[in-house]
């Protein structure tokens, strides 16, 4: 199963290797990770993405916890949560596709953000799952010079939220 994890951490040098080892030694992949500051300096958030039972994910956060540098872990999975990933897709187009595939990239709720036909560059924000059918409908028949996925972002709904562990 698919679990989108976030985790709070203090912003030092070397927490986000800490984190990232305790999956690699104990065989987890991660699928996509995210890391930025929160509204606190001090306070990093990590949303990544991985794979496993909701045994092994309860696992994964027993271990994080005991790290010094995590203060805060949730599997978003298990509540309701709003997801998004950002696309950037780079290609080649032919002149008179243009207002057509402009025309889809603004339907989808995307952007075009450079028009050059040897050089035509979307953006798009939305759940993975809608993501991936950007891509492919676009990169059918179209040369794609690059893909880059920001991976997965997540907030729990409604009055939830991560917050330290005092």
């Known amino acids: 199963m698919r679990h989108i994890i ?5 912003n030092e040098a070397g927490a986000l290797t800490r984190v990232a080892g305790l999956f690699s ?6 699928e996509s990770l995210s890391v930025a500051a929160t509204e ?3 306070v990093s958030r990590i949303t990544l993405v991985t794979r496993g039972s909701d045994a092994v994910l309860q696992q994964i956060a027993n271990q994080l916890l005991k790290l010094i540098d995590v203060v805060g872990v949730e599997d978003l999975t298990d509540g309701e949560h709003v997801e998004r990933e950002m696309v950037l897709l780079k290609m080649r187009i032919a002149p008179e596709e243009s207002d057509s595939i402009r025309g889809y990239v603004v339907r989808a709720g995307g952007r075009v953000l450079d028009p050059a036909p040897e050089g035509f560059i979307v953006e798009l924000t939305a759940s993975e799952a809608d993501v991936s059918a950007f891509i492919g409908d676009l990169g ?6 690059e893909v880059v996925r920001s ?3 997540g907030v729990s709904r409604a009055g939830r939220s991560l917050r330290l562990v005092k």
């Open 6 to 10: 976030a985790i709070l951490l203090q």
């Open 25 to 30: 030694t104990r065989g987890y992949n991660i």
């Open 40 to 42: 606190d300096p001090t």
């Open 140 to 145: 059918r028949g179209r040369e794609v010079f």
């Open 151 to 153: 991976g997965a972002l």
